[in-house]
């Protein structure tokens, strides 16, 4: 039954290749491509960003919020592992994890932020060692005593003190990863610093905050092994008035820096959108990262759908020749769904928006355009939409021994049963 199964899956995607080919689409080509760019998935998505420095440690402060309280999340990093192990499982290709500096192995013992090592993550290393993919990083900057009224912007010297050595911390960690998994760690620097209401002086704390980046990264580390990021925020819960860290001043840090620069898609406002960022912002920094969220309202960080901006994206990053240059990341926390069911959903989708990308007719779209043929090019765009992707989709499921079509979700449903109801 499977197998015959297996023969409709071959059969449709004959037929599709044979339509793309029809528009000089290579649908192998397209295949070959996809399985080449990884998607970062973020631990924090397994645990509603609680982290395990202590026992049932929750997120605090930050402005940011997972609300939901689906039962079942991973309590430590074995759960964790096991539950990014079955995530995994279910979506085809091989990816990287986005580690945030509270996810450590730290042995029953409190260690403090700026005392991590990269031993604290020795098992988190082992584990994508065997299984052959890349780690990415991102010092924690909330959820922390020192935390509570801003970080790398404080006015007090002490605790600004005390984050920096976090961030250079951090940095030695993300080089330790990109030294043993032979792929360059992207350690994101995110700050939630920040005021509810209008302050007076805007001009300060963002040249403290400089002046601490700088102080971070002043110690120059290969770019075999480590790639900084910077990540800006409109607005965050208590912060709506101010953030020190706004768009224009990451962009302008990375650019003087050559830092990548950290678009996340629900960091603007709420109707604006990252895609034409990229070719922008990639004519003045080296390369970018990518943390592809959903913005619903006030809230930046649903599960990523198979929207229009997703598409936009992969569009860009596949038009532009950019797979090289620009790091895709994911960014949201659900916790009133499935946590296992939110991150395949989430990656699944960004995948597929990649699939559709690639194989979009885009050599008759760009002779359209280039003629001048404005209207064949809208035409082209919409017939793109129509054509069998979804053929092309379930072959490279199949192919990478992954489950075709909904049938993970029967995958999820068991291991909910078996283990996350057990929790
Ligand atoms: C947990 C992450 O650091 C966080 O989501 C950050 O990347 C962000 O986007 C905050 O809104
Ligand atoms: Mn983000």
């Avoid at 912007?153 to 003190?161: E, G, N």
């Avoid at 922008?280 to 080296?286: D, E, G, I, Y």
């Avoid at 949201?332 to 990308?357: Q, Y």
């Amino acid at each position: 039954m499977r197998a015959h199964h297996a023969e409709q899956i071959d059969a449709r995607y004959a037929l599709a290749k044979e339509q793309y080919a029809a528009l000089s689409v290579d649908t192998d080509a397209a295949l070959a491509a996809l399985r080449a760019i990884p998607v970062s998935l973020h631990c924090w998505q397994g645990d509603d960003v609680g982290g395990f420095e202590r026992p049932a440690a929750t997120l605090s402060g930050g402005g940011i919020q997972a609300t939901g309280n689906y039962p079942g999340k991973a309590r430590n990093a074995d759960e964790l592992r096991a539950d990014l192990d079955m995530a995994l499982s279910l979506i085809p290709g091989t990816h990287r994890l986005n580690l945030h500096a509270i996810y450590g192995d730290f042995g029953g013992k409190f260690v403090d932020r700026n005392a991590i090592q990269p031993e604290h993550f020795a098992r988190w290393i082992d584990w994508a060692k065997a299984k052959g993919m890349g780690m990415d990083f991102n010092p924690t900057y909330f959820s922390h005593p020192k935390a509570e009224d801003g970080t790398l912007s404080h006015p007090d010297p002490a605790i600004r003190q005390f984050w920096i050595e976090h961030g250079i911390a951090c940095r030695k960690i993300g080089e330790a990863f990109g030294k043993a998994l032979g792929t360059p760690c992207v350690t994101n620097i995110w700050i939630p610093d920040g005021s509810k209401d209008i302050p007076v002086d805007r001009k300060a704390p963002r040249e403290r905050l400089l002046a601490a980046l700088d102080a971070i990264l002043a110690e120059k580390i290969d770019r075999r092994y480590l790639l900084d990021a910077v990540e800006s925020k409109l607005f965050g819960i208590g912060s709506e008035s101010y953030v020190v860290g706004s768009h224009e001043f990451y962009m302008g840090y990375a650019v003087s820096r050559q830092l990548l620069l950290c678009l996340d898609a629900g960091h603007f406002h709420p109707t604006e959108v990252i895609f034409d960022k990229l070719s922008s912002v990639l004519a003045f920094v080296p390369e970018v990262l990518l943390h592809v969220s959903r913005g619903v309202r006030w809230d930046s960080d649903h599960v990523v759908t198979l929207t229009d901006e997703l598409q936009a994206i992969a569009q860009e990053i596949i038009r532009g020749g950019y797979q090289q240059r620009v790091h895709i990341g994911l960014d949201f926390f659900d916790a009133s769904i499935n946590r296992l069911a939110a991150w395949v959903i989430g990656t699944r989708n960004m995948i597929k928006a990649l699939l559709l990308a690639l194989l979009e007719p885009i050599q008759t779209l760009r002779v359209s355009e280039q003629n001048g043929d404005f209207t064949a090019r809208l035409a082209w765009l919409e017939e793109a939409k129509t054509l069998p992707v979804g053929a092309v989709w379930d072959y490279y499921c199949q192919q990478q021994n992954t489950p075709v079509g909904a049938a993970w979700l029967d995958a999820v449903k068991t291991y909910e049963r078996d283990v996350l109801s057990k929790r």
